[in-house]
T-cell receptor, first 117, second 114 residues
Framework: AQKITQTQPGMFVQEKEAVTLDCTYD???????LFWYKQPSSGEMIFLIY??????QNATEGRYSLNFQKARKSANLVISASQLGDSAMYFC??????????????FGKGTLLTVNP | ETGVTQTPRHLVMGMTNKKSLKCEQH?????MYWYKQSAKKPLELMFV???????ENNSVPSRFSPECPNSSHLFLHLHTLQPEDSALYLC?????????????FGPGTRLTVL
């Protein structure tokens, strides 16, 4: 079974509108972390936002917020007021477990977001 | 230079060649990573180094050989590659190898094996 599922291969949004990118995860660990990365066509992965499994509030970073629904095992990324520069691939990732060796990130297949003017 | 840099950005090599990919981080981090990103597949972790010691070798074929001479530099030595090794190779670093520290990525090396 996939640990990270991103069901939207592609999404389109109008400039200045909000968009939600879906991510569901599968883990039996109580301690885990969820990350979102953006990958423009240039190739580098840009860290956007992090949510820990014990964080009670949804993470926010500027125009990015993470809609964390623990019981449903979902961690959707919400981008408000979309800009043309937001067009990119977006990856959801998870690290599982606690302790010193939980560095391994498992990535989803990504969602290609296109922002239309 | 800031962040994580990778050279070369593009590389074309034959199956009998030997080449090396270089990664340098200017963030003072202690952990570095190599990832492989193939078309239509999720990002795959290849190697992890923490304080210059390899802590993960994710079942990677021996034709890929990593080297971490110090905490700022990471190399991936390539020899006798196969066409299916063509991919984007991404280097990343983090403060340490504990998972709650975000990983910062370089721009990648686009490798084509003929």
């Amino acid at each position: 079974a996939q640990k990270i599922t991103q069901t939207q291969p592609g999404m389109f949004v109008q400039e200045k509108e909000a968009v939600t990118l879906d991510c569901t995860y599968d883990t039996s660990d109580q301690s885990y972390g969820l990350f979102w990365y953006k990958q423009p066509s240039s190739g580098e992965m840009i860290f956007l936002i992090y949510q820990g499994s014990y964080d009670e509030q949804n993470a926010t970073e500027g125009r990015y917020s993470l809609n964390f629904q623990k019981a449903r095992k979902s961690a959707n990324l919400v981008i408000s007021a979309s800009q043309l520069g937001d067009s990119a691939m977006y990856f959801c990732a998870m690290r599982e477990g606690a302790g010193g060796s939980n560095y391994k990130l498992t990535f989803g297949k990504g969602t290609l977001l296109t922002v239309n003017p | 230079e800031t962040g994580v840099t990778q050279t070369p950005r593009h590389l074309v090599m034959g199956m009998t060649n030997k080449k090396s990919l270089k990664c340098e981080q200017h963030l003072g981090h202690n952990a570095m990573y190599w990832y492989k990103q193939s078309a239509k597949k999720p990002l795959e972790l290849m190697f992890v180094y923490s304080l210059e010691e390899r802590v993960e070798n994710n079942s990677v074929p021996s034709r890929f050989s990593p080297e971490c001479p110090n905490s700022s530099h990471l190399f991936l030595h390539l020899h006798t590659l196969q066409p299916e090794d063509s991919a984007l190779y991404l280097c990343a670093s983090s403060q340490d190898a504990r998972g709650y520290n975000e990983q910062f990525f370089g721009p990648g090396t686009r490798l084509t094996v003929l």
